[in-house]
């Protein structure tokens, strides 16, 4: 290191300029090679002390003949002490502090910076916690309207994705390394080639950032021959067919749950998929639990597969994915859409008469949800329901889309495809995705590809795509720069880099900036740029001076002890805290400009943007489209033979851009508990009648096309309907997606990409055992979770009383303990939850758990401590759903602490059940001894000790297990230790839900309450003196700290009766 | 009329009666001695069946060392541990062992005590199979923790954290009961070899063993007083071993019976736990003492009298388990308790009902065959019987451990068990190393008590003799 010792910013790629190519030169380095650091001093460049040249290298050496007696003795006592040490050696490492610390940087104190994470281009706003620039956590913005402070799945898991071990690391060409500077030369050369952009190709996905967006439009204008291809595999194609059949225009919708006293979901999963979900969640819930949980909504679902809110559904229909439509069709006849003629002949007709009165009865209150992945027939229809409801406008809200260029964007890729036969496409730019892998399989593009002259491709990994491309560009993850993105109602999130890019990793908007300018400007400069132009326009809406005012205090709940501006100025230095040598700091280092530093105005509206999280007002304008089609014009979908296949896209790696995500992959979907594997779903009665048992290889022949998966019979799905999920089979993505599942992609073409029929499911004999969490799922004629209908309750308010036998609290030999200081509990409403997982793998980011991997949870030695249990009622056919999430109990009387040999296992003064992870010998008693089993054992070495990239995501205030010693929930203690410090130094009480859990804080509908009992006024107290108050295994006398709610429905009685009660 | 003819003299008396006797007609002092000390003073004595034992001995401890490096190196993973099932093979082996030690400790001092004369030829190596029974169970709580390395936490000593052992726990009871046990039974085999060794010290034929047997011997000469405390010792021992052979097992079975799960938590398993060992125990003493008599000739020692005896122990501890197997689903019935009822049906009929019905069939039917006379006295089926006993408790534990294990309170945490070969390898590695320490003690110990032998004979009677 001391002869080329390259300062940091040198090293910045996306900063080339004169100076730094003049260092590089002298340094004699390309300036993108690739940069494997081992400790921060290292990546930052900070001057390591120099060893002593004649310092410690050959002790042996240095010793006279004489002592050579003394060396052995030395020797032999160390070897005897090496073996003292038992099986961990602790590498040497230099702690050195800093010499000019970042501003507001506090080692041990994390900061928190606003940012948001975009899925398919659709955001979620974040605040996310770093900790000495590391970020570790992501939770939610509480002023961002797609968050409101909870988090989906994706936006938690998306900080492992930044450490993903797999990502590209350098620019390649024809697979060896190159450098940033040969890369926008030859792309600058290549496009300069070109007449006017003439055979330019840009593919894109979906494209909703404006920067981004302006770009596009900017390069178009500039070449106007260039075409521009958007085209995401699990896109909302269908939404925008849909539109254009309804409207005559694009739209997107917007869905106001809490006005809606029923819902009407038709094949759509929008509790829990997608990043609009969890405000969609958040509304469902509070509208629920309205006036006591006495007003409560209605939600009707038809679905194609057992989906989370399928499950969570008053009344659920299982229906094939072409009879949804046909259903639509006759609903809308019944409530009166005009031109719509029922069919008369509907198998169904019962539920179309009693949804029909529903929805009719509450006028301008009730909502009809098409999902993504339903024909656009449907959407369009959904549409008509609505208008003729009186919702549009109320509950459901049509706004400008939020897309740059709406397009059809099976069509976009199709012309891609087309372009590519006719030759005229010699540059073709992915930005992003995977096509080669996820485009139509009729499309074939892995081999048009090749027709193409040259090939670039950003992406985060070097994946089935950029094997066959030329140039392949590393892409920045959203928390390595600068970016914007729009949340589900448009609102804009400037995106902050909180870390600076690990590789020689690039953004869209730098490399298409290419094309615009050479050299390119870097993210910051564009995004500011682009910014500056357009808020020029609404100057007058500006926020003013007084944003800064909203800078200070803390973004997190509760966490004063951040000064203020820390967000702000934390933001601008976003990508240079890491180092500690770094000269100039924040905006001022890396502005466009002297000129502009002077606009205070726009300064103050970009801080308090960028500390935020949001822009303000910048949702997208309401619309108010007029149904512009005859519906009844609308071809009727054609009559299905045999059996249909699905194509859905995964709830956690949607299309498969989130496979190499080991969390993903070790989270079990929401109702099946699969992990590592997708699955051919088909119903017990198809299972039966085509003779094929659970887990076994089929060969689905689908219009020609083969692929072999692996069966899994799913109670709820419809007959003669296999739904097979996307995203799965990588061949080349990175050691998480390679080999997990099989490629739904290889079926699916451009002219069906939803649904088809034409299926034939052919067995070979073999079987394959898929991995699950959760083996058993019915309840055994077990109280474990307790519901009931909501006219119940109100006849009955104690029904849950009646239902539990607890026993009397003097039941015990022993004095009760009194605790005087905090009683820490927590309250789970199972009305609430929606089976989103959104908490577990929120728990496993904050507490350190490891991903074991599918071989680890067939032998049922999963390590998440916070599960969702799901159980099934009823039917197979159409069974009921049961939603528990189940955390450590917190038992007052835990039978796992009497039963350690070595008081691994205390209860702590504010009522905790502790686990001493440096205590444990593993015995494993105590988890026998837990009836709700939630202990985890590290049977094996489970973390990952080795993998660098994957230490700096840790959470430091939790230990990192090793193997051999039993772990669980701990109510997120480090939350509450640091609550405590908090609240004595400013000696005061905790705050109620000042501490919150990761799984409360992540929960999109606040199911989880945590809190200190010993205050009444508390929430929790309030929740825990509820009549639907119970704790599960009561009758055992654990008398556990964490209770339930007791899930309350609302059948429609019409229905009910209809039904046979099959369904609640 | 020599000392020798004399003692003939008396033991060629007819037999009263047809009770078989204690010890064949025609024995003498001399001879006795002779027998029993030539196994380890002379090599050609030494029949091919034990070079057949040491091998299949060395070959599965080379097993069981090549498993416990790698458990060690690698984690109890190795293992079919999970959650929910977190003890496995390594407990079950752990109860089956102490259950067999039971036996030696049984014979060795209850037996004394209720001045059981019969004890006398096979308590050396009934107390001997105690030992590394009980050496091969403890190894088990050892080799199935998560970190090994620091099993001496559980122990209470003076440390540096100030912290003890929790002592509500029945695994530190377990380690007190196996300990004290472990020690008691130590001593009390050695204490009663003190005179043999003297004795193989006296006829040693060369330097090497009349120094191993003479440091081992103590400087015993025999001198009545050295008789008068050896007799003392041997009484207090046995009086505190007695109560062992009860609490012991007793204990173990508080490792289950603390424990809030259904299946474990249940007031009859210590009497239920003491029983199964007990018959356990007297199956292993059959399965050791079947081949060695004989292979090395011991049919006037060990007498038919001593087979019959102990299938009649064996078949009375059965009958005592089939009880308690029978009363275990009456008390889930009769508790009302939907858990205990659901066990009991999941035993019976669940995924692993093979060792429920098993266990059945090892421990209560096919012993019934013990009624029959020719089946206590043929050592063939007796032996056959043994063996099937031995399986049939270690399934019983299996059948304990998982069934209650992989399905309990919430169905949501139920889970099948499927153990690993490294499961297997460490059973019968234990084997292994329980075969080649027996192999040893037969070889260089003096395996049935010559002094105690020789005081049945007649002859050593008060009276020289005159009277049976």
Request: proline share 6%.
């Given at each position: 290191m001391k002869?080329?010792f390259i300062p940091l910013?040198?090293l910045?790629?996306?900063?080339?300029?004169?100076?730094?190519?003049?260092?590089?030169?002298?340094?004699?380095?390309?300036?993108?090679?690739?940069r494997y650091w081992r400790s921060l001093e290292e990546l930052s460049g900070a001057k390591l002390p120099e060893r002593?040249?004649?310092?410690?290298?050959?002790?042996?050496?240095?010793?006279?003949?004489?002592?050579?007696?003394?060396?052995?003795?030395?020797?032999?006592?160390?070897?005897?002490?090496?073996?003292?040490?038992?099986?961990?050696?602790?590498p040497t490492e230099f702690i050195v502090p800093y010499a000019q610390p970042p501003?507001?940087?506090?080692p041990?104190?994390?900061?928190?910076?606003?940012?948001?994470?975009?899925?398919?281009?659709?955001?979620?706003?974040?605040?996310?916690?770093?900790?000495l620039g590391r970020?570790?956590?992501?939770?939610?913005?509480?002023?961002?309207?797609?968050?409101?402070?909870?988090?989906?799945?994706?936006?938690?898991?998306?900080?492992?994705?930044?450490?993903?071990?797999?990502?590209?690391?350098?620019?390649?060409?024809?697979?060896?390394?190159?450098?940033?500077?040969?890369?926008?030369?030859?792309?600058?050369?290549?496009?300069?080639?070109?007449?006017?952009?003439?055979?330019?190709?840009?593919?894109?996905?979906?494209?909703?950032?404006?920067?981004?967006?302006?770009?596009?439009?900017?390069?178009?204008?500039?070449?106007?021959?260039?075409?521009?291809?958007?085209?995401?595999?699990?896109?909302?194609?269908?939404?925008?067919?849909?539109?254009?059949?309804?409207?005559?225009?694009?739209?997107?919708?917007?869905?106001?749950?809490?006005?809606?006293?029923?819902?009407?979901?038709?094949?759509?999963?929008?509790?829990?998929?997608?990043?609009?979900?969890?405000?969609?969640?958040?509304?469902?819930?509070?509208?629920?639990?309205?006036?006591?949980?006495?007003?409560?909504?209605?939600?009707?679902?038809?679905?194609?597969?057992?989906?989370?809110?399928?499950?969570?559904?008053?009344?659920?229909?299982?229906?094939?994915?072409?009879?949804?439509?046909?259903?639509?069709?006759?609903?809308?006849?019944?409530?009166?859409?005009?031109?719509?003629?029922?069919?008369?002949?509907?198998?169904?007709?019962?539920?179309?008469?009693?949804?029909?009165?529903?929805?009719?009865?509450?006028?301008?209150?009730?909502?009809?949800?098409?999902?993504?992945?339903?024909?656009?027939?449907?959407?369009?229809?959904?549409?008509?329901?609505?208008?003729?409801?009186?919702?549009?406008?109320?509950?459901?809200?049509?706004?400008?889309?939020?897309?740059?260029?709406?397009?059809?964007?099976?069509?976009?890729?199709?012309?891609?495809?087309?372009?590519?036969?006719?030759?005229?496409?010699?540059?073709?730019?992915?930005?992003?995705?995977?096509?080669?892998?996820?485009?139509?399989?009729?499309?074939?593009?892995?081999?048009?590809?090749?027709?193409?002259?040259?090939?670039?491709?950003?992406?985060?990994?070097?994946?089935?795509?950029?094997?066959?491309?030329?140039?392949?560009?590393?892409?920045?993850?959203?928390?390595?720069?600068?970016?914007?993105?729009?949340?589900?109602?448009?609102?804009?999130?400037?995106?902050?880099?909180?870390?600076e890019?690990?590789?020689?990793?690039?953004?869209?908007?730098?490399?298409?900036?290419?094309?615009?300018?050479?050299?390119?400007?870097?993210?910051?400069?564009?995004?500011?740029?682009?910014?500056?132009?357009?808020?020029?326009?609404?100057?007058?809406?500006?926020?003013?001076?007084?944003?800064?005012?909203?800078?200070?205090?803390?973004?997190?709940?509760?966490?004063?002890?951040?000064?203020?501006?820390?967000?702000?100025?934390?933001?601008?230095?976003?990508?240079q805290r890491l180092g500690a040598s770094q000269?100039?700091?924040?905006?001022?280092?890396?502005?466009?400009?002297?000129?502009?530093?002077?606009?205070?105005?726009?300064?103050?509206?970009?801080?308090?943007?960028?500390?935020?999280?949001?822009?303000?007002?910048?949702?997208?304008?309401?619309?108010?489209?007029?149904?512009?089609?005859?519906?009844?014009?609308?071809?009727?979908?054609?009559?299905?033979?045999?059996?249909?296949?699905?194509?859905?896209?995964?709830?956690?790696?949607?299309?498969?851009?989130?496979?190499?995500?080991?969390?993903?992959?070790?989270?079990?979907?929401?109702?099946?508990?699969?992990?590592?594997?997708?699955?051919?779903?088909?119903?017990?009665?198809?299972?039966?009648?085509?003779?094929?048992?659970?887990?076994?290889?089929?060969?689905?022949?689908?219009?020609?096309?083969?692929?072999?998966?692996?069966?899994?019979?799913?109670?709820?799905?419809?007959?003669?309907?296999?739904?097979?999920?996307?995203?799965?089979?990588?061949?080349?993505?990175?050691?998480?997606?390679?080999?997990?599942?099989?490629?739904?992609?290889?079926?699916?073409?451009?002219?069906?990409?939803?649904?088809?029929?034409?299926?034939?499911?052919?067995?070979?004999?073999?079987?394959?055992?898929?991995?699950?969490?959760?083996?058993?799922?019915?309840?055994?004629?077990?109280?474990?979770?307790?519901?009931?209908?909501?006219?119940?309750?109100?006849?009955?308010?104690?029904?849950?009383?009646?239902?539990?036998?607890?026993?009397?609290?003097?039941?015990?030999?022993?004095?009760?303990?009194?605790?005087?200081?905090?009683?820490?509990?927590?309250?789970?409403?199972?009305?609430?939850?929606?089976?989103?997982?959104?908490?577990?793998?929120?728990?496993?980011?904050?507490?350190?758990?490891?991903?074991?991997?599918?071989?680890?949870?067939?032998?049922?030695?999963?390590?998440?401590?916070?599960?969702?249990?799901?159980?099934?009622?009823?039917?197979?056919?159409?069974?009921?759903?049961?939603?528990?999430?189940?955390?450590?109990?917190?038992?007052?009387?835990?039978?796992?602490?009497?039963?350690?040999?070595?008081?691994?296992?205390?209860?702590?003064?504010?009522?905790?059940?502790?686990?001493?992870?440096?205590?444990?010998?593993?015995?494993?008693?105590?988890?026998?001894?837990?009836?709700?089993?939630?202990?985890?054992?590290?049977?094996?070495?489970?973390?990952?000790?080795?993998?660098d990239?994957?230490k700096l995501?840790?959470?430091?205030?939790?230990?990192?297990?090793?193997?051999?010693?039993?772990?669980?929930?701990?109510?997120?203690?480090?939350?509450?230790?640091?609550?405590?410090?908090?609240?004595?130094?400013?000696?005061?009480?905790?705050?109620?839900?000042?501490?919150?859990?990761?799984?409360?804080?992540?929960?999109?509908?606040?199911?989880?309450?945590?809190?200190?009992?010993?205050?009444?006024?508390?929430?929790?107290?309030?929740?825990?003196?509820?009549?639907?108050?119970?704790?599960?295994?009561?009758?055992?006398?654990?008398?556990?700290?964490?209770?339930?709610?007791?899930?309350?429905?609302?059948?429609?009685?019409?229905?009910?009766?209809?039904?046979?009660?099959?369904?609640? | 009329?020599?000392?020798?003819?004399?003692?003939?003299?008396?033991?060629?008396?007819?037999?009263?009666?047809?009770?078989?006797?204690?010890?064949?007609?025609?024995?003498?002092?001399?001879?006795?001695?002779?027998?029993?000390?030539?196994?380890?003073?002379?090599?050609?004595?030494?029949?091919?069946?034990?070079?057949?034992?040491?091998?299949?001995?060395?070959?599965?401890?080379?097993?069981?060392?090549?498993?416990?490096?790698?458990?060690?190196?690698?984690?109890?993973?190795?293992?079919?541990?999970?959650?929910?099932?977190?003890?496995?093979?390594?407990?079950?082996?752990?109860?089956?062992?102490?259950?067999?030690?039971?036996?030696?400790?049984?014979?060795?001092?209850?037996?004394?005590?209720?001045?059981?004369?019969?004890?006398?030829?096979?308590?050396?190596?009934?107390?001997?199979?105690?030992?590394?029974?009980?050496?091969?169970?403890?190894?088990?709580?050892?080799?199935?923790?998560?970190?090994?390395?620091?099993?001496?936490?559980?122990?209470?000593?003076?440390?540096?954290?100030?912290?003890?052992?929790?002592?509500?726990?029945?695994?530190?009871?377990?380690?007190?009961?196996?300990?004290?046990?472990?020690?008691?039974?130590?001593?009390?085999?050695?204490?009663?070899?003190?005179?043999?060794?003297?004795?193989?010290?006296?006829?040693?034929?060369?330097?090497?063993?009349?120094?191993?047997?003479?440091?081992?011997?103590?400087?015993?000469?025999?001198?009545?007083?050295?008789?008068?405390?050896?007799?003392?010792?041997?009484?207090?021992?046995?009086?505190?071993?007695?109560?062992?052979?009860?609490?012991?097992?007793?204990?173990?079975?508080?490792?289950?019976?603390?424990?809030?799960?259904?299946?474990?938590?249940?007031?009859?398993?210590?009497?239920?736990?003491?029983?199964?060992?007990?018959?356990?125990?007297?199956?292993?003493?059959?399965?050791?003492?079947?081949?060695?008599?004989?292979?090395?000739?011991?049919?006037?020692?060990?007498?038919?009298?001593?087979?019959?005896?102990?299938?009649?122990?064996?078949?009375?501890?059965?009958?005592?388990?089939?009880?308690?197997?029978?009363?275990?689903?009456?008390?889930?019935?009769?508790?009302?308790?939907?858990?205990?009822?659901?066990?009991?049906?999941?035993?019976?009929?669940?995924?692993?009902?093979?060792?429920?019905?098993?266990?059945?069939?090892?421990?209560?039917?096919?012993?019934?065959?013990?009624?029959?006379?020719?089946?206590?006295?043929?050592?063939?089926?007796?032996?056959?019987?043994?063996?099937?006993?031995?399986?049939?408790?270690?399934?019983?534990?299996?059948?304990?451990?998982?069934?209650?294990?992989?399905?309990?309170?919430?169905?949501?945490?139920?889970?099948?068990?499927?153990?690993?070969?490294?499961?297997?390898?460490?059973?019968?590695?234990?084997?292994?190393?329980?075969?080649?320490?027996?192999?040893?003690?037969?070889?260089?110990?003096?395996?049935?008590?010559?002094?105690?032998?020789?005081?049945?004979?007649?002859?050593?009677?008060?009276?020289?003799?005159?009277?049976?």
């Amino acid at each position: 290191m001391k002869q080329d010792f390259i300062p940091l910013e040198a090293l910045r790629a996306n900063k080339p300029g004169p100076a730094n190519t003049a260092v590089l030169k002298a340094t004699g380095r390309e300036p993108s090679s690739p940069r494997y650091w081992r400790s921060l001093e290292e990546l930052s460049g900070a001057k390591l002390p120099e060893r002593e040249p004649d310092g410690e290298p050959d002790f042996a050496a240095k010793l006279s003949e004489k002592s050579r007696r003394r060396f052995l003795e030395l020797m032999g006592a160390s070897l005897g002490l090496a073996g003292l040490t038992a099986c961990t050696r602790q590498p040497t490492e230099f702690i050195v502090p800093y010499a000019q610390p970042p501003e507001n940087a506090i080692p041990g104190r994390p900061m928190h910076f606003a940012t948001a994470v975009p899925v398919d281009g659709i955001a979620q706003g974040v605040i996310v916690e770093t900790h000495l620039g590391r970020p570790t956590k992501v939770e939610g913005n509480p002023a961002h309207p797609s968050s409101l402070g909870a988090t989906s799945v994706l936006s938690q898991s998306s900080v492992l994705d930044l450490y993903d071990p797999d990502r590209a690391r350098v620019v390649t060409y024809l697979g060896n390394q190159r450098s940033w500077d040969d890369f926008i030369n030859a792309f600058h050369q290549s496009a300069g080639l070109l007449q006017a952009g003439a055979g330019l190709h840009i593919l894109t996905q979906t494209v909703c950032s404006p920067t981004l967006g302006s770009q596009l439009k900017a390069v178009l204008e500039a070449l106007p021959q260039a075409k521009w291809h958007q085209y995401h595999p699990t896109g909302a194609h269908s939404a925008y067919s849909g539109a254009q059949l309804a409207f005559g225009r694009p739209v997107n919708t917007v869905y106001r749950l809490d006005r809606a006293d029923v819902i009407l979901g038709l094949d759509s999963d929008f509790l829990a998929c997608g990043q609009a979900s969890t405000r969609m969640a958040r509304e469902f819930a509070v509208r629920r639990r309205q006036g006591n949980r006495l007003d409560m909504n209605r939600l009707y679902v038809i679905e194609s597969i057992l989906t989370s809110t399928g499950g969570k559904a008053d009344h659920r229909l299982p229906m094939r994915w072409a009879d949804v439509e046909v259903f639509a069709r006759d609903l809308a006849a019944a409530i009166g859409v005009k031109g719509m003629a029922a069919s008369n002949n509907n198998p169904h007709q019962q539920w179309i008469s009693a949804v029909a009165a529903d929805l009719m009865a509450h006028y301008g209150a009730s909502a009809v949800i098409p999902g993504d992945h339903q024909s656009p027939g449907l959407h369009a229809l959904a549409h008509a329901i609505n208008a003729a409801l009186g919702n549009a406008g109320n509950t459901v809200v049509y706004t400008q889309p939020l897309e740059v260029q709406p397009v059809d964007q099976i069509a976009s890729i199709r012309d891609l495809a087309g372009a590519m036969d006719a030759g005229q496409v010699q540059l073709l730019l992915i930005l992003g995705g995977n096509p080669a892998y996820d485009a139509p399989a009729d499309l074939d593009l892995s081999n048009r590809l090749k027709k193409v002259r040259t090939v670039f491709h950003v992406s985060q990994h070097f994946n089935e795509t950029s094997v066959l491309c030329n140039w392949h560009v590393p892409e920045t993850h959203v928390f390595e720069d600068w970016g914007d993105a729009r949340a589900h109602d448009g609102t804009v999130t400037i995106t902050q880099p909180l870390i600076e890019p690990f590789y020689d990793a690039h953004s869209h908007a730098q490399v298409l900036d290419v094309l615009l300018q050479f050299p390119p400007r870097n993210s910051y400069e564009i995004l500011r740029g682009y910014w500056m132009g357009e808020h020029t326009g609404a100057r007058g809406q500006g926020p003013g001076a007084s944003g800064r005012g909203a800078a200070a205090g803390g973004q997190r709940l509760g966490a004063s002890g951040r000064g203020p501006a820390a967000g702000g100025q934390g933001a601008a230095a976003g990508g240079q805290r890491l180092g500690a040598s770094q000269g100039p700091e924040g905006a001022r280092g890396q502005g466009p400009g002297a000129s502009q530093g002077t606009d205070f105005e726009f300064e103050a509206w970009w801080r308090k943007s960028v500390h935020d999280g949001l822009i303000a007002d910048s949702a997208v304008a309401e619309i108010k489209p007029a149904i512009a089609a005859d519906l009844s014009q609308l071809p009727a979908p054609a009559q299905r033979n045999g059996i249909e296949l699905v194509f859905r896209a995964d709830p956690y790696i949607n299309g498969g851009e989130y496979a190499n995500n080991g969390w993903l992959q070790e989270l079990p979907r929401p109702m099946t508990k699969l992990t590592w594997d997708n699955a051919v779903h088909l119903s017990p009665a198809t299972a039966k009648r085509l003779g094929i048992g659970d887990q076994r290889v089929v060969r689905l022949n689908y219009r020609g096309r083969k692929v072999e998966g692996v069966t899994w019979i799913a109670p709820g799905q419809p007959d003669d309907s296999i739904t097979i999920h996307l995203g799965y089979g990588h061949t080349n993505l990175g050691r998480a997606a390679n080999g997990a599942g099989f490629n739904a992609y290889l079926l699916r073409t451009s002219d069906s990409p939803w649904s088809g029929d034409g299926l034939q499911v052919e067995k070979t004999g073999r079987s394959f055992p898929l991995a699950t969490t959760q083996m058993q799922q019915t309840l055994e004629g077990r109280t474990l979770v307790i519901e009931d209908a909501v006219g119940r309750y109100q006849q009955d308010p104690d029904f849950v009383k009646h239902l539990v036998d607890e026993p009397e609290p003097d039941t015990t030999l022993y004095p009760a303990w009194s605790y005087t200081g905090y009683l820490w509990g927590m309250s789970i409403d199972l009305t609430a939850c929606v089976n989103c997982n959104a908490c577990v793998v929120a728990c496993q980011a904050e507490n350190n758990i490891p991903v074991v991997g599918k071989e680890q949870i067939l032998s049922r030695r999963g390590m998440h401590w916070l599960r969702i249990d799901t159980y099934y009622k009823g039917a197979a056919e159409n069974p009921q759903a049961f939603y528990q999430p189940v955390p450590c109990m917190q038992c007052e009387k835990a039978p796992c602490e009497l039963v350690c040999p070595v008081q691994a296992t205390q209860h702590s003064s504010d009522g905790l059940n502790d686990m001493v992870y440096n205590r444990c010998i593993g015995t494993r008693y105590c988890s026998n001894n837990c009836p709700y089993k939630v202990r985890r054992f590290n049977f094996l070495l489970f973390q990952d000790w080795v993998t660098d990239t994957l230490k700096l995501q840790r959470n430091p205030d939790v230990s990192v297990r090793s193997r051999g010693v039993m772990e669980k929930c701990t109510y997120c203690v480090q939350r509450i230790r640091q609550g405590e410090i908090r609240s004595a130094d400013e000696n005061r009480y905790i705050h109620d839900l000042e501490v919150q859990t990761a799984c409360q804080q992540a929960c999109p509908t606040q199911a989880i309450v945590f809190g200190d009992m010993n205050q009444r006024a508390n929430r929790i107290s309030q929740l825990k003196s509820e009549k639907l108050n119970y704790a599960l295994l009561a009758e055992l006398n654990t008398r556990p700290n964490t209770t339930y709610l007791a899930e309350l429905r609302n059948p429609n009685p019409a229905l009910n009766a209809q039904n046979g009660g099959g369904r609640g | 009329m020599t000392v020798e003819e004399k003692q003939l003299e008396t033991t060629r008396r007819p037999e009263p009666g047809d009770a078989p006797a204690v010890i064949a007609p025609g024995q003498t002092f001399g001879a006795v001695t002779a027998q029993i000390s030539s196994v380890p003073l002379l090599r050609r004595t030494i029949p091919p069946l034990w070079y057949i034992a040491v091998a299949i001995g060395l070959a599965l401890v080379l097993i069981f060392l090549v498993t416990v490096s790698y458990l060690f190196g690698t984690g109890v993973g190795i293992l079919g541990l999970q959650i929910p099932v977190a003890w496995g093979y390594p407990i079950t082996t752990f109860v089956w062992w102490i259950g067999i030690g039971h036996a030696g400790t049984l014979i060795s001092a209850f037996l004394l005590l209720l001045n059981q004369p019969w004890r006398s030829s096979i308590n050396r190596f009934a107390e001997a199979m105690t030992i590394f029974a009980v050496i091969c169970a403890g190894m088990f709580p050892i080799l199935h923790l998560g970190r090994p390395w620091v099993a001496y936490w559980i122990l209470p000593y003076p440390n540096t954290m100030t912290i003890q052992p929790q002592f509500r726990s029945p695994l530190v009871w377990d380690v007190f009961a196996v300990s004290t046990y472990f020690t008691v039974s130590l001593l009390f085999w050695y204490l009663g070899m003190i005179p043999d060794l003297a004795t193989l010290r006296d006829q040693s034929k060369n330097r090497f063993s009349y120094a191993f047997y003479g440091i081992l011997s103590w400087g015993w000469r025999g001198a009545s007083r050295h008789w008068r405390l050896h007799e003392t010792a041997s009484l207090l021992l046995a009086g505190l071993a007695t109560p062992l052979v009860l609490s012991v097992h007793t204990v173990v079975s508080f490792d289950f019976t603390i424990a809030i799960l259904p299946g474990w938590h249940s007031t009859i398993f210590p009497p239920y736990f003491v029983a199964g060992a007990i018959y356990s125990g007297f199956a292993m003493v059959l399965v050791l003492m079947l081949p060695i008599r004989a292979a090395f000739g011991l049919d006037n020692l060990i007498t038919e009298r001593h087979i019959n005896n102990c299938a009649k122990l064996m078949l009375t501890t059965g009958l005592i388990l089939a009880y308690t197997y029978a009363i275990e689903p009456f008390t889930a019935w009769y508790s009302g308790d939907q858990f205990e009822i659901a066990l009991v049906h999941n035993r019976a009929f669940g995924p692993h009902a093979w060792t429920y019905w098993g266990v059945i069939l090892c421990n209560v039917l096919i012993p019934q065959l013990l009624w029959i006379r020719r089946f206590r006295v043929r050592t063939k089926p007796l032996f056959a019987i043994s063996v099937v006993i031995l399986y049939g408790m270690w399934l019983e534990r299996y059948m304990i451990i998982i069934t209650s294990l992989h399905r309990d309170f919430l169905p949501s945490a139920w889970a099948n068990f499927i153990a690993t070969v490294w499961d297997n390898f460490l059973v019968f590695g234990s084997i292994g190393v329980f075969i080649v320490l027996f192999a040893l003690f037969v070889r260089f110990l003096p395996m049935i008590s010559m002094y105690e032998v020789r005081e049945l004979l007649p002859f050593s009677r008060p009276g020289g003799g005159s009277e049976k």
